[in-house]
């Protein structure tokens, strides 16, 4: 069965960094886009950034352009997202979600995310 | 981006009953929407992809309609399992944008 399983979320104060990883296993990884998507407590989804298969293409979300990084390493199926100058309301579950193709379509699998915390 | 406004916010209903749910894009996105279920302290589940294209394993209960700037989730038949909160999510282009998300309660 495809998996994903993220790790690296915890704790920060604000202005803190934070690096997420997401393991993926079960299919052929570099041939599918990714995403993170983050949910606030008592909140909706939001789509924070997403990855083409062969990383030649990053996009982000308003909110976190130029504050986080989405990379992958497609030798150990594992995707991350860096995410620095953290503010309280980047507290949220993060997910990541694999897309259908090689670009961001919608998302059929996801992980079953990590919690991330921005307070002092 | 393109905003999705998304209709009810809630709803509350029996079993058995039939549901709809909108959901309308500020510009055009062709059929480029999916429709996501996610139930408390779960992972979001992709019901529908491509506007009503249902994903394998889906009850057929679940119907998906529309194109261009609105679409509709339609629920047959409500059942126990069903109750949640459902998103829309449009795929044509960057940044990906989700609907507010309906919360589907029992009535």
């Known amino acids: 069965e495809v998996q994903l399983v993220e790790s690296g979320g915890g704790l920060v104060q604000p202005g803190g960094s934070l690096r997420l990883s997401c393991a993926a296993s079960?299919?052929?990884?570099?041939?599918?886009?990714m995403s993170w998507v983050r949910q606030a407590p008592g909140k909706g989804l939001e789509w924070v950034s997403a990855i083409s298969g062969g990383a030649g293409s990053t996009h982000y979300a308003d909110s976190v352009k130029g504050r986080f990084t989405i990379s992958r390493d497609n030798s150990n199926y594992t995707l991350f997202l860096q995410m620095n100058s953290l503010r309280a309301e980047d507290t949220a579950v993060y997910y990541c979600?694999?897309?259908?193709?090689?670009?961001?379509?919608?998302?059929?699998?996801w992980g079953q995310g990590t919690t991330v915390t921005v307070s002092s | 981006a393109i905003q999705m406004t998304q209709s009810p916010s809630s709803l509350s209903a029996s079993v058995g009953d039939r549901v709809t749910i909108t959901c309308r894009a500020s510009?055009?996105?062709?059929?480029?929407l999916g429709w996501y279920q996610q139930k408390p302290g779960k992972a979001p589940k992709l019901l529908i992809s491509?506007?009503?294209s249902l994903q394998s394993g889906v009850p057929s209960t679940f119907s998906g309609s529309g194109s261009g700037t609105d679409f509709t989730l339609t629920i047959s038949s409500l059942q126990p399992e069903d109750f949640a909160t459902y998103y829309c999510?449009?795929?044509?282009?960057?940044?990906?944008?989700f609907g507010g998300g309906t919360k589907v309660e029992i009535k």
């Open positions: 079960r299919f052929t990884f570099s041939t599918y886009a």
């Open positions: 491509a506007a009503s």
């Open positions: 510009q055009g996105i062709r059929n480029d």
């Open positions: 979600a694999k897309h259908f193709g090689g670009v961001p379509t919608n998302m059929d699998v």
């Open positions: 999510l449009q795929d044509y282009t960057s940044p990906l944008t």
